[in-house]
Nanobody, 118 residues
Framework: QVQLVESGGGLVQAGGSLRLSCAAS????????MGWYRQAPGKQRELVAR???????NYADSVKGRFLISRDNAKNTVYLQMNNLKPEDTAVYYC????????????WGQGTQVTVSS
């Protein structure tokens, strides 16, 4: 089992910044891609950004140029720097991680609330 613990959410005004962190612990051998998803009220969970263990990343079109994902493989931690936040970024943000040994298993964090006021 892998445990994911998120931190860094909160309330910020539009145009502001927040940095989310997610630390993986437990059986992290084979940890592969890590990333962030978000879910706003009444909407489906959507990908925000993901990064592989090799550093390849991809982003949702809505956050390109504003958000930056990074990871520290030595600490099994992934970060999401969110700049120029907009009210439509308001959501619960979930950390996500895959481990791949003989098969891929996906883990989720408990979620952290990000609220952007206009």
């Amino acid at each position: 089992q892998v445990q994911l613990v998120e931190s860094g959410g909160g309330l910020v005004q539009a145009g502001g910044s927040l940095r989310l962190s997610c630390a993986a612990s437990g059986r992290t051998f084979g940890l592969n891609a890590m990333g962030w998803y978000r879910q706003a009220p009444g909407k489906q969970r959507e990908l925000v950004a993901r990064v592989t263990s090799g550093g390849d990343s991809n982003y949702a079109d809505s956050v390109k140029g504003r958000f930056l994902i990074s990871r520290d493989n030595a600490k099994n931690t992934v970060y999401l720097q969110m700049n120029n936040l907009k009210p439509e970024d308001t959501a619960v943000y979930y950390c996500n991680a895959d481990t791949t040994i003989f098969k891929t298993v996906t883990y989720w964090g408990q979620g952290t609330q990000v609220t952007v006021s206009s």
